[in-house]
Structures are given as C-alpha cells and as structure tokens.
C-alpha cells in the first residue's frame, strides 16, 4: 500500500467511494474490492456523512489475479480519458517502458479531475499461497507502463467482501485486521517514507494501529462483534493457505503483543489513529489498551485454540 502518507488529508469515505464507482468501468467492478482505511471508514461511518478520515490512498485490490492485468488496463485507460492524473512522486510518477523492470515501474496512482488530496491505487492479490513478496506485474497503457503489485496477505482482504450500495465492494474490517496482523509478526525498524502529522512511524506499527483501530471502531457498533471473527478467520485461513493455515493461525497474535507492550511503538500507533482513521472520533490511550485487550481474548486466542485442534 502507498506510503505517500505525510500529505493526509481529511476525505469523507461515502463521497470518495462515490467518485470511485461513478468513474470505474461498469465491467471492472466484479473484479475490485476497495480496501485500507477508505473501506474501513465507509463501514463504519457510512450512516454519518459528517464523519472524515484521513488518507491519502484508496488502495483498489483487483482479484482474480488473472483479470487484474485487463482489469486494470481498462480502468487506467477509463480514468485517463476523463482526465485523472499519474498521482507524482519523484522518478516514481514517471511511466516506464517495456523493457523496464516490473519492479522499478510507478504503480497506477491517479489523483481524480480537480487535484482532491487523494488518488486510487491499483493493486492485485498474490500469485499463490507461498508468494507472499512483494512482487509487481507490468500494465501497458497508452500513457506507458505502470506496475501492479502483490504482496503479503493480500488475499485475506478479498475473502467474502461486502457489497455496498455504490456497486462496489469494500473488504470486511476483520479480514483487514487479520492481513494486516499476519504482514506484521514482529515489529520491524523499518520506517514509512513520509511522516505522519509531523512524526517518522515504523510501518508495523501504523498497520497494527489500524488493526486497534478496528477493533475500537468495532466494539463500539457492537460489544460482542470480535467473538464472531475467529470463525471466519479460520475458514479464510485454511482456504487461502491449506498448507500452512494452521502456523500462521498460531502466530497471529505476535505482533499485536509486542506492540501492547512497548510504550513508544504503542504511542507510534495511537498517533497514527488519532490522526489517521480515528480523526473524526478520537479516543484516548487507555481505549485503544482494552480494544487491543479484548482483540487478543475474544479473536485472536480463540483462533489460536483452533488451530491446535486436530479436525
């Protein structure tokens, strides 16, 4: 997902996803579900049209793997003729050719008519269960080529998305949480290339903070919602890595545990909530402990027991 995060700006999820179906081809839609803090604030916020997040990206994952090549051609294409623009980011913005390696091509980040603080970003699952690098496929456009990239545990943020009334799909909050968890079994020193409201962030911990995030926004719409997760969790899982479902099921809580118990990574990913997916409906330090608390024991150790399981 982009890191271009230090130009955050508030948008309105309904509005922005609202822009994103009027201008995707009709034929294209099957195969995109939006995903990241846009669909997370759509979710939840969509009965409040006053609520804002902010984000710079709305990160559109094009599934199968093998419609995201045509896929993504027709909506760059689609989007180029109604005027959006390669969203620029030093030598990144600029299209590669065809002999350009995939991984040094920009990704298709175009910013709509208007220069509204926010892009889409195309993006598509992994190739297989053990491709979990990032790895990027060339797009050949008429302006170019860009690349598509994969990675991680992509493919838990397609698992059964949720329709929308916009005709668009939006991935479900906990397969979000789920990705996220299992991208970040550690955390890592590694920082994101811009800042957040003045601040450097690790990356782990801006993406286990929106998994707080989740569970806080979740909560609060219903107390006993997270003990619904581990089953689902687990059928996603063992479909999407039958080899492996179990270990990685088992490890799930690593990350989320060594984030509850550092001080200043706990502090990183606070910051980025309450300036990030929480900024229309900020809470305090204490709030995103329980929500993390009560993460572990009503989602995550269930999960863990389940795997232990032999059935």
Same mark, same amino acid.
């Given at each position: 997902?982009?890191?271009?995060?230090?130009?955050?700006?508030?948008?309105?999820?309904?509005?922005?996803?609202?822009?994103?179906?009027?201008?995707?081809?009709?034929?294209?839609?099957?195969?995109?579900?939006?995903?990241?803090?846009?669909?997370? @604030?759509?979710?939840?916020?969509?009965? &409040? $049209? +006053?609520?804002?997040?902010?984000?710079?990206? *709305?990160?559109? %994952?094009?599934? #199968?793997?093998?419609?995201?090549?045509?896929?993504?051609?027709?909506?760059?294409?689609?989007?180029?003729?109604?005027?959006?623009?390669?969203?620029?980011? @030093?030598?990144?913005?600029?299209?590669? &050719? $065809? +002999?350009?390696?995939?991984?040094?091509?920009? *990704?298709?980040? %175009?910013?709509? #008519?208007?220069?509204?603080?926010?892009?889409?970003?195309?993006?598509?699952?992994?190739?297989?269960?053990?491709?979990?690098?990032?790895?990027?496929?060339?797009?050949?456009?008429?302006?170019?080529?860009?690349?598509?990239?994969?990675?991680?545990?992509?493919?838990?943020?397609?698992?059964?998305?949720?329709?929308?009334?916009?005709?668009?799909?939006?991935?479900?909050?906990?397969?979000?949480?789920?990705?996220?968890?299992?991208?970040?079994?550690?955390?890592?020193?590694?920082?994101?290339?811009?800042?957040?409201?003045?601040?450097?962030?690790?990356?782990?911990?801006?993406?286990?903070?929106?998994?707080?995030?989740?569970?806080?926004?979740?909560?609060?719409?219903?107390?006993?919602?997270?003990?619904?997760?581990?089953?689902?969790?687990?059928?996603?899982?063992?479909?999407?890595?039958?080899?492996?479902?179990?270990?990685?099921?088992?490890?799930?809580?690593?990350?989320?545990?060594?984030?509850?118990?550092?001080?200043?990574?706990?502090?990183?990913?606070?910051?980025?909530?309450?300036?990030?997916?929480?900024?229309?409906?900020?809470?305090?330090?204490?709030?995103?402990?329980?929500?993390?608390?009560?993460?572990?024991?009503?989602?995550?150790?269930?999960?863990?027991?389940?795997?232990?399981?032999?059935?």
């Amino acid at each position: 997902m982009s890191e271009m995060e230090d130009a955050m700006k508030s948008v309105y999820p309904r509005q922005v996803l609202s822009e994103i179906a009027e201008a995707i081809p009709d034929d294209c839609k099957k195969y995109m579900t939006i995903i990241g803090s846009l669909a997370v @604030g759509y979710h939840f916020f969509v009965e &409040n $049209e +006053s609520m804002a997040i902010r984000t710079k990206d *709305a990160d559109c %994952l094009l599934s #199968p793997r093998i419609k995201a090549v045509p896929a993504g051609m027709e909506i760059a294409e689609k989007l180029f003729d109604s005027g959006w623009l390669q969203a620029e980011s @030093g030598n990144w913005g600029k299209p590669g &050719n $065809e +002999s350009t390696p995939p991984d040094q091509l920009p *990704a298709v980040r %175009l910013t709509p #008519p208007g220069g509204k603080g926010w892009f889409i970003e195309l993006l598509t699952v992994p190739e297989s269960q053990k491709d979990r690098a990032r790895k990027w496929i060339s797009l050949k456009t008429s302006r170019g080529y860009f690349g598509l990239p994969s990675f991680g545990f992509l493919s838990l943020t397609d698992f059964e998305p949720l329709e929308t009334e916009l005709g668009i799909r939006i991935a479900r909050p906990e397969m979000m949480a789920l990705a996220n968890m299992l991208e970040h079994p550690s955390i890592s020193t590694v920082l994101m290339s811009g800042m957040i409201h003045d601040r450097k962030i690790k990356r782990s911990n801006k993406d286990l903070g929106r998994v707080l995030a989740i569970a806080c926004l979740s909560t609060a719409k219903n107390e006993d919602i997270m003990m619904e997760w581990p089953g689902l969790w687990r059928t996603a899982l063992k479909k999407l890595f039958p080899d492996d479902w179990r270990n990685l099921a088992q490890s799930a809580d690593s990350g989320i545990r060594q984030l509850l118990q550092s001080e200043s990574d706990l502090d990183e990913a606070y910051h980025t909530c309450i300036y990030g997916l929480l900024a229309s409906q900020p809470l305090k330090m204490d709030q995103l402990k329980i929500a993390g608390q009560r993460l572990l024991q009503d989602a995550v150790e269930p999960l863990v027991k389940m795997a232990e399981m032999k059935n």
